[in-house]
């Protein structure tokens, strides 16, 4: 497709399981970014990845966060041993180029029974 | 803490009423972008502000960043049902640390009656 695809676009799992998510980012495009938005805290950034550069992970809101990158393209967001405060829209969007307009998939609606 | 207050939050119009959405912010950013987001879907980008001053027009939207580069503002003329959505400002920067990850206003709530 032409746009960032995430999958899968619904998660429901139990507190305590691992989840993991999917970024499939525009083809070429060299960024990719991890937000996350919730009813309590808005949109918040997550992790950034650019070219092989090493990621800027400060916003990822604990060490059960985690993602990476496989050669420059798809990105996997995992969260281990998840919890309540967990359940959020996560969103993954790409750019080009650093600086360039992000451009945002539809999210993966997550929620922790 | 939130470093992009947006107001109003919420905002219910008749059809054909101008309407203005205001982010503020104490920090100085880079640049400056204007999102719509609609239910089930990712934001979609409307515009990016640069220069401290700079308008930009998108049909009956209108765009500002301010003279300082803390605040911007969206004027809607004619509001249509069409325009119903959430609509958020997000900022780069303000520190060169902060790379292109973008910070998001609390948003605004829109909801056109026709």
């Known amino acids: 497709g032409a746009g960032v695809s995430q999958s899968p676009s619904n998660k429901v799992t139990e507190k305590g399981k691992d989840v993991e998510l999917r970024c499939d980012p525009i083809?070429?495009?060299?960024?990719l970014y991890w937000y996350r938005q919730s009813l309590g805290q808005g949109l918040e950034f997550l992790i950034y990845?650019?070219?092989?550069?090493?990621?800027?992970k400060s916003g990822l809101p604990s060490d059960r966060f985690s993602a990476e990158r496989t050669g420059g393209s798809v990105s996997t967001l995992t969260i281990q041993r998840t919890q309540q405060e967990d359940s959020a829209v996560y969103l993954c969007?790409?750019?080009?180029?650093?600086?360039?307009?992000?451009?945002f998939g539809d999210g993966t609606r997550l929620s922790i029974l | 803490t939130q470093l992009l207050e947006q107001s109003p939050q919420f905002l219910s119009i008749q059809e054909g009423e101008n309407l203005t959405v205001y982010c503020n912010s104490s920090?100085?950013?880079?640049?400056l972008q204007w999102y719509r987001q609609e239910p089930g879907e990712g934001p979609v980008l409307l515009v990016t502000?640069?220069?401290?001053?700079e308008v930009k027009k998108l049909k009956r939207l209108t765009f500002q960043f301010g003279d300082a580069r803390k605040d911007s503002s969206l004027h809607i003329t004619a509001a249509q049902p069409g325009d119903t959505g959430l609509y958020l400002c997000a900022g780069t920067g303000p520190k060169k640390s902060s790379g292109d990850k973008l910070t998001f206003g609390t948003g605004t709530r829109l909801a056109v009656r026709p």
């Open positions: 969007a790409s750019s080009l180029i650093r600086g360039q307009p992000q451009h």
């Open positions: 502000v640069v220069t401290g001053g």
């Open positions: 920090s100085v950013f880079s640049s």
């Open positions: 083809s070429g495009h060299t960024a």
């Open positions: 990845f650019q070219g092989n550069s090493a990621p800027d």
